[in-house]
């Protein structure tokens, strides 16, 4: 339409060998291509997923419902692709954004399988954290990994998140209520950026 204008944020963060960008409605089939390629790999580390996740029409529902939260500055979902944008190699999504006296969120991320043990996620992560910090005023960013997840809490550890608790049956993964282990990343110099 002529002069319409969206709200939608247009982030594009780029890293030395990624641009991780917030996902559009042009990305279903990307997203549809990750999650068909990577299904057997992330099975254990994921909630069950119904075919729709394979399937760039079951994508398109779901980035509009994503656009919107966007829109509203309630979650932020980045994909992170190689430079050309032709492959998603993994996702970082920061959710449940809250804003008032708390200014946090939750952290969740997956890599392909393919991808794994090159440092993708730790340069994705630096660059993503750093816009929810100084761009979104994150004061709280929390993320929690199940306890046998030992790669994930390195890449935690590394990037500065620290242990604040242990809960029991924490979340349902894979058909399964498993334990995680709590962790925060605090923003030491946070301003509410008025």
């Known amino acids: 339409m002529f002069g319409y204008r969206s709200n939608v944020p247009r982030v594009r963060l780029t890293t030395d060998r990624l641009l991780v960008r917030l996902v559009h409605d042009r990305d279903a089939w990307r997203l549809a291509d990750y999650y068909a390629e990577n299904r057997l790999f992330l099975k254990p580390w994921e909630p069950v997923r119904d075919d729709s996740h394979c399937y760039p ?13 966007h829109r509203q500055g309630s979650a932020y979902y980045f994909a992170l692709l190689d430079n050309g944008e032709t492959e998603i190699r993994g996702v970082a999504n920061f959710s449940n954004v809250v804003r008032g006296a708390f200014h946090a969120c939750y952290l969740g991320y997956s890599l392909g399988e393919k991808w794994q043990g090159q440092g993708l996620m730790y340069e994705a992560l630096t660059s993503a954290i750093r816009y929810m910090q100084r761009t979104q005023h994150m004061h709280r960013i ?36 498993r334990d995680h282990v709590l962790t925060a990343l605090t923003t030491k110099a946070w301003s509410a950026g008025r």
């Open 142 to 177: 929390m993320a929690n990994y199940m306890p046998h997840n030992r790669r994930s809490g390195d890449l935690l550890a590394r990037l500065g998140f620290e242990k604040e608790g242990y809960a029991k049956d924490y979340l349902l993964i894979n058909g399964v209520w």
């Open 57 to 69: 029409s079951g994508w398109q529902a779901r980035l509009a419902m994503i656009s919107e939260m």
